[in-house]
Structure formats: C-alpha cells, structure tokens
C-alpha cells in the first residue's frame, strides 16, 4: 500500500489524529517542528518524539513520497523539478528568484481538465488531482534543496500556478495553504500566497467566504465571450458576465484587490480595441483590479499562437495606462529551460511515449 504523505495533515488534523490512536495532542507540535523547523526526511531523525507515536506515525504515513527526475537550472537562476509521484505520474514545480524573495509555483493536478486552446498543461486530461501532502511535499522538497546550498534562504512566496486548475481540487488546495500559512510550521504570510483560477464562478465565491485570506488571481485572457470563449472552452459553460457577478461577489466580500491574468498571443487578442474593452470591464473596480499582461510562451502543439510583438505588448500596455487601469507585465522567467507552465513536464511525457 502506498502510504500518504504526512505533509497533508494540518496541525488540527494531526492532533485529531493523533487523539484518536490514544496519544496526546500536543505530540503533534512537536512533530511539525521536526518536519518544518529541521526538516528532518526520516522519522527515526526525529529525537525526543514517545518512541511509539512515531512509530504510529511511519506506519501509517510517508515524509518523501515525490522523488526528483530532472532538474533544470536557468541562467537567471529560476530551477524546474520534474517530481515523480509515488504512482508514477510526473509533476513540475518551478523555484523563481525575485528582488522580494523566493517564490515557488506548484503544481495541483496531474493534467487538467479545462483545456484551454494555448496551455501546455491542459493537453492531456486530468488523470487525478494532487493531495494536499503532495502539494506542500513540493514545497519541501524546494526549501530542501535550498538547505543543502547552505544560504539561508527561505521560500518566502507561493504562486498556485502550475499544472492544474486549483479551483478544480478545493479541498486539497485549502489544506495545503492551511499547512504552508502555519506559524507553527513554513509560517508563509497569506500575502504572499496567490491562487490562480481559469475562473470558476461558484468556487470564487466560496473562496470569497472562506478564511484562507490569500490572494486571487484570474485568467481572463480575453475581454468578451467570442474571443474568450476561442481561447478558453470554459468561457460556454461560464461566460464573462458570471466571472464578473462571482469578481464583485469576492470584492464586495474581502475588499482585495484581484490580479486579471491576460496572455497577449499576437494578433488574437492585442489590439487596442482589446485594450480599451478590458479597461470598460474593469473600470468601476479600478482600485481592485490589476491587470498582469503575460508574454506567450510558444508551445509546441499549440502552433496557431505567437508571442505578440514587442509594440503591441507596449501599445496595450500604454492604452490600458490611460485609462487609469493598473497594469504590470510579467517578467520571464526561466525561457531557455521551458519554464511556462507543464511545457517540461509534456516534453518529457512526449520522450518517454518516443
Ligand atoms: N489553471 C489555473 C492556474 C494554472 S495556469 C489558471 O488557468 O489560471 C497559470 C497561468 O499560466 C494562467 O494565467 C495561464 O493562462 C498561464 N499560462 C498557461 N500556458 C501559458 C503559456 N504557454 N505561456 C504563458 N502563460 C501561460
Ligand atoms: Fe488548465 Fe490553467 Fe492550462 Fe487552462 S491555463 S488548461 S485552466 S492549467
């Protein structure tokens, strides 16, 4: 049997658990400070822990169930890991490196259902979704390898970002940011943490009613439901109108300002009438909005789409400026080592199929 791993348990969970096998509650803060604060890989590392507790614990629970197959390191300093899950399946986890800190995208789902027309990760159908140790066990795995450089360094932020759609898997993402916010563990600031969603209408909302207190970000990529609804297939079954109602659900309810994701992909999607109707969508709420422009990263499969022009990138960027819209473009990172999202994962997929 493969056993789970023992980063999905919130404190509480733990405790519960622990409680219910008949050994003390607090037995489970001083487990976590192994597994968080020293980082221990083993159970028999943990010392001082009741002998039999532990033993509990290994019998029931895996600390490693991700093991690296690959590793690319980018000149700019970003790091892609492939992790092999414990049955099989490949997953990637990329380390970026910020004037602000150090910041990890995770990976939810192994492939993903919503298929939008330019995603590398959504070529292939989502074959299960990820646990929520198996989420934070990426995260562990990365501040690991920054412990053996031996510099100090922390991850200090998390993007929900990679393969999978997080809204498509609640539960296991909720855990996993209920473990990795912690003080009594990786203690990251909600603040620092940003969910990304294709747009799930009725998960927004109840994101909106929950207390994980992160930030949220949307992949609009396109400002009315035609263009939309040809980039992203998700766009019939909830158009912009239901996005929008579920955004002002979620403004009204937490007063935070949501990051609107837009790939620019050159001559689809870039012109300025784009630019102006995106800033007509959003300009009642244009203290709570701020749009992120993403330059396209080519994927192989997907050959219709090229990366916009330089000029164009810049003319949308200026037209949305004027309209009083916040805006930002987002820095690359990691291009020479395909960095973007499930584009190593279906390269290495696609050699082991060659
Ligand atoms: N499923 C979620 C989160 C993962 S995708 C979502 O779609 O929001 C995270 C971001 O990466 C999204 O904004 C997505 O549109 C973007 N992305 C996907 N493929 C890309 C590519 N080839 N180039 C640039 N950005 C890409
Ligand atoms: Fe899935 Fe996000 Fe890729 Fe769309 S962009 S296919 S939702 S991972």
């Known amino acids: 049997m493969i056993k789970p791993s023992i980063y999905g348990l919130t404190l509480d969970q733990m405790g519960a658990w622990l409680e219910e096998k008949g050994h003390k509650k607090s037995r489970a803060t ?32 895996s600390i490693q169930t991700l093991t690296e197959h690959t590793r690319q390191e980018s000149i700019d300093g970003t790091i892609k890991f492939l992790f092999r899950l414990s049955d099989g399946n490949l997953i990637e986890t990329v380390l970026m490196r910020h004037k602000f800190g ?3 995208c995770v990976t939810t789902q192994v492939g993903c259902n919503i298929g939008c027309s330019f995603c590398a990760s959504g070529l292939l159908k989502k074959s299960r979704d990820l646990s929520s140790g198996e989420i934070v066990e990426q995260i562990m795995k990365v501040q690991l390898h920054l412990d053996s450089l031996g510099t100090g360094d922390r991850v ?27 003080h009594k563990g990786l203690a990251i600031g909600g603040r620092h943490i940003t969910v990304s969603t294709s747009g799930l209408a009725g998960k927004i909302k109840e994101f909106a009613d929950s207390d994980l207190n992160v930030n949220l970000a949307v992949s609009l990529h396109a400002p009315n439901n035609d263009l939309r ?9 909830i158009p912009i109108e239901k996005l929008m109602d579920a955004l002002e659900y979620y403004w009204d309810k937490t007063n935070r300002r949501i990051t609107v994701e837009y790939i620019l992909l050159k001559d689809v999607n870039d012109q300025p009438e ?33 990366r916009s022009e330089k000029d164009s990138i810049t003319s949308f960027y200026d037209t949305l400026k004027k309209q009083n819209i916040s805006v930002s473009v987002r ?15 279906s390269k290495q997929i696609k050699k082991d199929m060659d």
């Open 30 to 61: 001083h487990v976590w400070e192994w597994l968080y604060r020293r980082r221990v890989t083993e159970f028999d590392q943990m010392e001082e822990v009741n002998k039999d507790c532990l033993q509990l614990l290994s019998d029931h629970f």
């Open 102 to 104: 150090l910041s990890v």
């Open 156 to 182: 200090s932020h998390i993007v929900v970002m990679g393969i999978g759609e997080p809204f498509d898997n609640y539960k296991n993402m909720s855990d996993f940011i209920r473990v990795v916010k912690d």
């Open 229 to 237: 609804t040809r980039i992203m297939k998700i766009n019939k079954a």
């Open 274 to 306: 784009h630019a102006l109707e995106l800033a007509e969508l959003l300009k009642h709420r244009r203290n709570l909005a701020i749009v992120n422009l993403i330059p396209y990263n080519p994927v192989d499969e997907h050959s219709q789409y090229q």
């Open 331 to 345: 820095l690359e990172h990691g291009t020479d080592i395909d960095a973007a999202c499930g584009q190593l994962r």
